[in-house]
């Protein structure tokens, strides 16, 4: 048994290609303390925007560790849905306010291991122990839908084995519910909702007021009226590489 702080993640980046102006989709393991529930974190970057969090997290309903479990990205020119065991828990429309911030360049899929403890559990309360060094990450059943795209010269070559049935292009009315009743009972944090970052919410957000009084009750400070304390801005950068394949969106 032991506290794991250290990050799994498994974002869609280009860095490499657009140094100054990248854009990244992240699915983020944050770990756990022990007897709690494992948090996972969304995130959206788009042409460098890195000062514009917009992260989400979520407690889990099981332990990511003792099975494997389906995690997805759905990302088009006009939204982005990530998915738990194919459970929408997260749907990030394209709007006009959004501007460049909007993924929209060609990215490659990370799959990484880094410390975070300076953030990632309560603030950097708890921080890594390296005597269950080495940390391990097993990944199974990889599937990718899209185009690829040549990394020199920026050609795509779109996957035509699958019909555009088999690739979903939203959400459905039952997913839409599951989606509200996961982020009713297991978001802890978003970003719309943080009055001390944001003072007005970023012009995307579409507010929900159960969504608010649900985390107003968790942290009255950070989504209420409370006092105010000043908050750690989260920036993460992706640190090695596991898998490596480059892809455009659907």
Not at 57 to 75: K, M, N, T, V
Not at 93 to 113: C, N, Q, V, W
Not at 221 to 237: A, D, L, Q, V, Y
């Amino acid at each position: 048994m032991f506290v794991c702080i250290i990050e799994m993640k498994t974002p869609m980046s280009n860095g490499d290609m657009f140094q100054n102006n990248h854009d990244e989709i992240d699915f983020e393991f944050l770990g756990n303390i022990r007897g709690k529930d494992w948090r996972i974190q969304t995130n959206v970057y788009g042409n460098g925007s890195t000062s514009i969090g917009r992260e989400e997290r979520y407690g889990l309903w099981f332990d990511p560790a003792e099975d494997f479990h389906q995690y997805s990205i759905l990302w088009t020119d006009s939204k982005i849905i990530f998915y738990v065991d194919d459970v929408p828990i997260r749907e990030v429309k394209r709007t006009e306010s959004m501007g460049g911030d909007f993924p929209s360049k060609p990215m490659t899929l990370y799959a990484t291991i880094w410390d975070a403890s300076d953030w990632a559990t309560n603030g950097g309360k708890y921080r890594v122990n390296y005597k269950y060094a080495p940390y391990v990450a097993e990944f199974s059943d990889l599937v990718l839908h899209g185009c690829a795209v040549d990394p020199i010269e920026h050609v795509a070559k779109c996957d035509s084995a699958l019909g555009s049935e088999e690739v979903p292009s939203g959400v459905t009315q039952v997913q839409i519910t599951k989606m509200r009743n996961f982020r009713l009972r297991h978001m802890t944090y978003s970003y719309c909702y943080d009055t001390v970052r944001y003072k007005v919410p970023p012009p995307e957000c579409v507010i929900s007021h159960q969504e608010a009084e649900r985390l107003r009750k968790f942290d009255p400070i950070t989504f209420g009226n409370g006092r105010r304390h000043r908050g750690k801005r989260h920036h993460h950068s992706s640190r090695g590489s596991q898998e490596e394949i480059t892809a455009s969106s659907f």
